[in-house]
């Protein structure tokens, strides 16, 4: 079995270290001579549009995937015609459109905070009277880690708020004032022969920083909530006859999940399940799109809990030195705002967790 994946980053090292022990061998295509993943597998180096080395890509592998959201829809439809494509391009495209997300979770009756089409300053003035503040402008496309996006305090922000994103085609969102935030992944697969099945890892409950994911912690306590986030993605997944691994990020208000965006691919928040459940996500969303049975996505330590490093590792001795923390260190240059590695912490209580977090916490 042979899979490529577009996008060389740290998604994709860790799909190609949790693939290698099935006997998979993959092949990345990222334009960067220095991606993560090509270090640990075999490279393509060209752009994501060069439809040659996406062409010979798909001559080398029996599936592609992709670790990025922002891949060229247009390059995989190309890739499609060639080779099997998973998860589907549509849920990429989807992913790629926060218009089209918020549409999709609606059609599916999956709550969202209130929004509005922007095109012009005249809609964002119109939207602003209707939502309030405060709210948030974001660019439909090409928005990541809180990237693109102007928190609106006051209605007269609206000029500096339309320069801000470029006056790109935007949204304009109300404020959530949330209790948390909280993601589930699921993973579906279809072997050849049986109908479709998914598995979903417990909730993660995730606390950013300067937009950026700071902490996970899993599983969130809350059952009920776990089976309202299931409710409303089995039905969607279906509709998408979806195959790999889905996140779904929610805010919660009360015993309210308010769907916030979704990535078509493994999840920053879902880093714990690499020890802290017996199969991970990287390893399910392989199994899924190579067709495999899905491995369990049940807990493997009671508690779990993620820490993410960014623009630099800390010191690597300090770090070993904290009980139950592995480490994964992603072999990026060091640069600010950059995710370079991540921590994860398993224990058997909570009091334990915490205490080991603040532990990595002041190192770092
Ligand atoms: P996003 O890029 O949409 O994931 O937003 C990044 C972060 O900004 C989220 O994880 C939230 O912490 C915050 N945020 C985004 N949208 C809203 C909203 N409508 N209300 C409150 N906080 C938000």
């Known amino acids: 079995m042979h899979i490529g994946i577009v996008g060389g980053g740290q998604l994709a090292r860790m799909m190609v270290l949790a ?3 099935l006997g998979i061998d993959f092949i990345i295509l990222d334009p960067a001579k220095d991606a993560t993943a090509g270090q640990v597998t075999e490279q393509i180096i060209a752009d994501y549009d ?3 080395a996406l062409t010979l890509l798909a001559t080398k592998v029996d599936v592609i995937t992709f670790d990025f959201e922002n891949v060229p829809a247009t ?9 099997t494509v998973y998860p589907p391009v549509k849920a990429l495209s989807i992913s790629q459109d926060r218009l089209a997300e918020k549409t999709l979770f609606k059609q599916h009756g999956i709550e969202t905070a209130p929004y ?6 005249t809609d964002l003035h119109n939207a602003l009277a209707t939502l309030g503040t405060p709210c948030i402008l974001k660019t439909r496309r090409f928005g990541y ?3 693109g996006q102007f928190v609106i305090k006051d209605k007269s922000q609206a000029d500096e708020a339309w320069q801000a994103i470029n006056q790109q085609a935007a949204i304009l969102e109300g404020f ?20 479709a099945t998914s598995v979903y890892y417990p909730l993660s409950e995730n606390q950013h920083q300067n937009g950026i994911l700071h902490i996970s912690r899993a599983p969130c306590d809350d059952e009920k909530l776990l089976e309202q986030a299931k409710d409303l993605l089995a039905p969607l997944i279906e509709s998408l006859d979806y195959i790999g691994v889905l996140t779904v990020e929610f805010f919660v208000k009360g015993d309210q999940l308010i769907a916030n965006e979704m990535a078509p691919r493994v999840h920053n928040s879902g880093h714990w399940t690499i020890e802290g459940a017996h199969c991970s996500q990287f390893e399910n969303h392989v199994r899924a799109i190579s067709n495999l049975p899905l491995g369990l996505a049940t807990v493997s330590s009671p508690y779990s809990a993620m820490i993410n490093f960014i623009s630099q590792m800390p010191e690597l001795k300090a ?5 139950s923390c592995h480490i994964h260190d992603y072999h990026k240059k060091p640069r600010e705002g950059r995710k370079v590695g991540h921590a994860t912490i398993t224990a058997d209580n909570k009091g334990l967790l915490e205490a080991q977090i603040k532990e990595i916490l002041a190192i770092m």
């Open 19 to 21: 693939g290698e022990p």
């Open 50 to 52: 060069d439809i040659d």
């Open 75 to 83: 390059a995989l439809q190309h890739l499609e015609s060639q080779c």
């Open 116 to 121: 509005a089409e922007i095109n012009t300053l």
């Open 145 to 147: 880690d809180g990237k």
């Open 176 to 195: 959530i004032d949330f209790d948390k935030e909280v993601s589930i992944i699921t993973a579906r697969s279809r072997s050849s022969d049986t109908p």
């Open 319 to 323: 770090i070993c030195e904290i009980d």
